[in-house]
């Protein structure tokens, strides 16, 4: 399969890179990284052991592929859909945090896919990602029905080694996985703590009280998703995680723009929206924005 993978963060260079081991991948992404892949092609290491010679793009626009991943920060849809809206693709698959897809949806032809990825992936040099833990991937439909496309891109990523669940009920996926990224990456990024500790300490009350805003939400949005099964999920995830930083913990100490408004932006609106309370999702978002205004990396 052709595919467009469009962000070469440590995520989306993790998944380039394993697909490129089956199928002809181009990867969107900044230099010197994209430069060093030109010239070296793209190393993986950790958990997986890979070089791979992807080809290695800056810019997104007037390309063709069946799929298009999208893999940049939440914060980046907007343009990541501007440029693939001067491309042919036959379908758009997301993988990214936060509920984007509906601004892909608004701004794209081609059928948008909803997916997730549990892989661990940590940035080391240009040229180099590390896999910190090895997942799985989930697509389907946004609809939550069974979808041939979804089907496709399935069998792809596992014909490139990567175990993937083609899934009919992306709807309460995508708020389980909104639940586990509300749930961690702001405690974790406010208390400068690892995945497993921000749960084991006084920040777990705040990330299981988030996780059960998150699943309050999903319900007042038609989607059966309950409170303990919400909270379940974020334990699991930095029981999976725990010695990882989340990305939002990684933003932070780097001194970067996070996806409070992707993550936390996207329960508040919808709790809003829905007539449901958020308090908790609302508070850690004031406090991530505020570090970002003082950090200089957010106008207002
Ligand atoms: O997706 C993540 C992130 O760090 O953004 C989690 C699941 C919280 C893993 O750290």
């Known amino acids: 399969m052709e595919v467009l993978v469009y962000g070469a963060g440590a995520l989306g260079s993790l998944i380039g890179g394993l697909l490129a081991r089956a199928h002809d991948v181009a990867l969107v992404g900044r230099d010197p990284h994209m430069r060093r892949i030109r010239a070296d092609g793209l190393r993986i290491d950790g958990e997986v052991d890979a070089h791979v010679r992807p080809q290695a793009l800056t810019d997104g626009t007037h390309r063709a592929a069946e799929l298009a991943l999208v893999t940049t920060k939440?914060?980046?849809?907007?343009?990541?859909a501007r440029a693939l809206a001067t491309g042919e693709y036959e379908a758009v698959c997301s993988l990214q945090n936060g509920l984007t897809e509906e601004r892909l949806v608004a701004?794209?032809?081609?059928?948008v896919l909803a997916g997730t990825a549990s892989y661990g992936a940590r940035f080391g040099e240009p040229g180099r990602v590390t896999c910190t833990g090895v997942?799985?991937?989930?697509?389907?439909a946004l609809s939550g029905s069974p979808d041939p496309l979804a089907s496709r891109v399935g069998a792809a990523f596992d014909e490139a080694g990567i175990e993937t669940t083609v899934a009919a009920d992306m709807p309460r996926r995508r708020y389980e996985k909104l639940a586990v990224n509300a749930g961690i990456n702001g405690p974790s990024a406010l208390a400068r703590l690892s995945n497993g500790a921000t749960l084991d300490g006084p920040g777990g009350e705040v990330a299981r009280e988030a996780a059960r805003e998150v699943a309050r939400v999903a319900r007042a949005d038609g989607v059966d998703l309950g409170a303990d099964e919400a909270v379940a999920a974020v334990e699991r995830v930095a029981a999976d995680t725990a010695a990882n930083r989340s990305s939002m913990h990684e933003d932070v100490a780097a001194g970067r723009r996070t996806e409070v408004d992707g993550i936390y932006g996207a329960v508040t609106e919808r709790a809003e929206r829905l007539g449901a309370s958020a308090p908790t999702c609302r508070t850690i978002a004031s406090l991530v924005r505020a570090w970002e205004l003082g950090e200089g990396v957010r106008e207002s």
């Open 107 to 111: 701004a794209l032809d081609p059928t």
């Open 135 to 140: 997942g799985e991937v989930v697509v389907g």
């Open 74 to 80: 939440a914060y980046d849809t907007d343009a990541a």
